[in-house]
């Protein structure tokens, strides 16, 4: 049976080196998945094409021969599943329709609509056509990450409706992530029934807030769908990246019972060193370092890298996406020296 390196590396198995993967790998630096994009008209819909968002995914696989395939979607996939008005508006990103009173929630808990299928179909689909060494990867965005966007309406603001939401009404705020963590576990058991081998929480905005109110939101949803699905799939890993918790990492990783943690590039090597005992780390590459012009600089990063984390509870990735700009002959350039590097 072939060995899938990743999902060996999250069991703490001891491998010949370094399995990679990194976020955003499938997308807009590809020009084979520019000329798919350029043919649909809507971004959501793109995520239930079944037999192109099928070869998206792969598309990254055959290229750099990386060791995982990650589902592709989107983690507002989940709000537009629940009959939330979602959009992807060019230039803008996403707009939502925003949370403005208890009553919004009521559609919150229906039955996922007909496009959930096209989601799990795809996995499906994946399963029968990765070679058998590659894992599989599902994901959700966190409860936390996701209400943010339906209580701002779009991403990328300063969040202070959602702050004022949570500090003036923090029942209603409760309720939201609370019908969320529900619909998370629900979304991510019917993604390893399809054939995922592992799944991430993306908490995209976890850094955005401190103290009590990130041990209420970041991690005590994320702990309930880990508990959640360990106790249906206890051989299921999980991965969680809280990107920008910065001290709070350390919480996250002893409260949530995640088996990895993704680390953002301002986490340090010798801290990943330090927690890799613990939990398996993956992350920590600036995504900026692949644009540069000279590969010696992709090289200097990874070295900074591996020199420790070799052999350990590691997993080779960046910090955040690939971005848009990102030269192909520097990817290939980190996964074949990732591939190759010994100690």
């Known amino acids: 049976m072939a060995m899938k390196k990743i999902l060996s590396v999250l069991k703490k198995e001891k491998i010949d080196n370094t399995p990679i993967w990194m976020m955003r790998q499938a997308g807009r630096h590809l020009p084979e998945y520019l ?92 399963r029968n056509q990765l070679q058998k060494e590659k894992t599989l990867i599902g994901f959700a965005g966190s409860p936390w990450t996701v209400a943010t ?102 919480e996250y990783i002893k409260q949530t019972g995640v088996d990895g943690v993704s680390v953002d590039q301002f986490i340090p090597v010798n801290k990943m060193l330090e927690w890799e005992s613990e939990v398996v780390v993956q992350g920590n590459i600036e995504p900026v370092v692949l644009l540069s012009d000279n590969q010696d600089v992709i090289k200097r990063h990874v070295d900074n890298v591996l020199e420790k984390m070799y052999g350990k509870n590691f997993i080779f990735n960046l910090g955040h996406g690939v971005l848009p700009s990102t030269p192909i002959k520097n990817v290939e350039f980190l996964v074949n020296y990732v591939k190759s590097f010994k100690q």
């Open 35 to 126: 000329e798919i994009r350029s043919k649909q008209q809507n971004f959501l819909s793109f995520c239930y094409d079944v037999e192109k968002a099928t070869e998206v995914t792969i598309q990254p696989v055959k290229r750099y021969d990386v060791d995982a395939a990650i589902l592709f979607s989107d983690i507002l996939v989940l709000p537009d599943l629940l009959g939330w008005e979602v959009s992807f508006k060019k230039g803008e990103g996403p707009v939502l329709k925003q949370l403005v009173s208890e009553k919004c929630l009521d559609s919150l808990t229906a039955p996922f609509s007909k496009n959930a299928s096209c989601v799990y179909q795809i996995i499906s689909n994946l």
């Open 149 to 250: 966007y339906m209580i701002e309406g779009r991403g990328k603001q300063d969040f202070s409706l959602t702050k004022k939401l949570i500090f003036n009404d923090r029942p209603l705020a409760i309720k939201l992530i609370d019908i969320l963590t529900e619909r998370t576990i629900e979304h991510l058991s019917n993604q390893v029934e399809a054939g995922v081998d592992v799944v991430q929480l993306f908490d995209s905005w976890a850094g955005v807030i401190s103290g009590e109110y990130y041990q209420e939101f970041v991690i005590n949803p994320t702990k309930k769908i880990v508990t959640s699905l360990k106790e249906k799939y206890p051989q299921l890993p999980i991965i969680g990246f809280p990107r920008g918790s910065g001290y709070n990492y350390e």
